[in-house]
């Protein structure tokens, strides 16, 4: 008889040989990354989440030049001003026009 405990030897074998499966595991994961870190990478690269190396993306930024719809605005501002002005002028004339006249009716009843 080699072993005294054959239940806690099995025991121990069988932790063993999962031990030994995760170790493999881990490093067969480690050994399929590309890269760990920007360094790793080319100089114009970087190191994205899924561990490869990834081209930096170009972003253009525009500079949008706002003062010709600016003056439009302003312009369509200051237009309907004087229409609601006009109007409301307008308003006061015909208001006080027909307080100073007299009603006739075009068609009267009587004659």
């Known amino acids: 008889m080699?072993?005294?405990?054959?239940?806690?030897?099995?025991?121990?074998i069988i932790?063993?040989?999962i031990v030994i499966i995760v170790i493999i595991s881990y490093g067969i994961k480690m050994s399929g990354r590309e890269c760990n870190a920007n360094?790793?990478?080319?100089?114009?690269?970087?190191?994205?989440s899924d561990f490869?190396?990834?081209d930096f993306k170009i972003i253009k930024?525009?500079?949008?030049d706002l003062l010709i719809p600016a003056i439009i605005v302003a312009a369509a501002?200051?237009?309907?001003?004087v229409i609601l002005r006009k109007k409301k002028y307008e308003a006061e004339q015909t208001q006080y026009d027909?307080?100073?006249?007299?009603?006739q009716p075009e068609?009267?009843?009587y004659k």
Request: with cysteine; hydrophobic share 30%.
């Open 52 to 54: 490869k190396c990834h």
């Open 39 to 48: 360094i790793d990478c080319k100089e114009n690269q970087y190191c994205g």
């Open 61 to 64: 930024i525009y500079k949008h």
């Open 77 to 81: 501002l200051v237009i309907g001003a």
């Open 98 to 103: 027909y307080q100073t006249q007299e009603y």
């Open 15 to 17: 932790l063993l040989i």
């Open 2 to 12: 080699l072993f005294k405990n054959k239940k806690g030897e099995v025991a121990s």
């Open 107 to 109: 068609n009267p009843y």
